[in-house]
């Protein structure tokens, strides 16, 4: 996979959007859903060694990063069995599956003394586009939904991933 340009030009047109609709979430995540899903429904610009599994667990690629920490771009790559625990994020994100199929597992917010049970289900396959925020619900599980190869998602989060302090739930 070698169409760079693909991503290249994605960056540009984030960059454009974050810088113009930065402080407007609802705005920015419907232009920015277009965008990814644009972007996931070609599999021809991830590089393979940003799509390669790990057996142990899944796998996770920074591919861009804003100078300014206003969004980055990081590739997932999940096996058969993979899955995280259950966490939020605490900024906008999007995430576009570009090959095989994710189940994402939405939980509610936490009740103390209740134990943490999913509130919805549903299976993000190719080409398709999630959204997650704290401002529409951002604490899920997600894992690889098939039991027959890897699957590779592309996530958009609205600041340096890496950097943010987020939560993992005990259920």
Not at 42 to 50: A, I, K, M, S, Y
Not at 108 to 134: I, N, Q, Y
Not at 138 to 143: A, E, K, N, W
Request: glycine share 8%; hydrophobic share 40%.
């Amino acid at each position: 996979m070698n169409n760079l340009a693909r991503l290249r030009s994605f960056i540009r047109e984030m960059t454009g959007l974050v810088e113009a609709h930065g402080a407007d979430e609802p705005k920015l995540l419907d232009q920015a859903e277009k965008l990814l899903h644009q972007l996931v429904s070609h599999d021809d610009w991830l590089p393979d060694e940003f799509a390669r599994p790990s057996a142990e667990s899944y796998r996770q690629y920074l591919l861009y990063c804003d100078p300014l920490e206003r969004f980055s771009v990081v590739s997932f790559v999940w096996l058969p069995g993979h899955r995280t625990p259950i966490h939020d994020h605490t900024v906008w994100g999007l995430v576009g599956v570009m090959r095989g199929a994710e189940l994402c597992e939405e939980y509610g917010l936490p009740e103390p003394g209740k134990p943490f049970k999913p509130v919805a289900a549903h299976e993000v396959r190719p080409g398709d586009v999630d959204r997650v925020s704290p401002r529409i619900g951002d604490v899920h599980v997600v894992s690889n939904a098939r039991q027959d190869g890897a699957a590779v998602s592309i996530h958009v989060y609205g600041a340096n991933i890496g950097a943010v302090k987020r939560h993992t739930f005990d259920p």
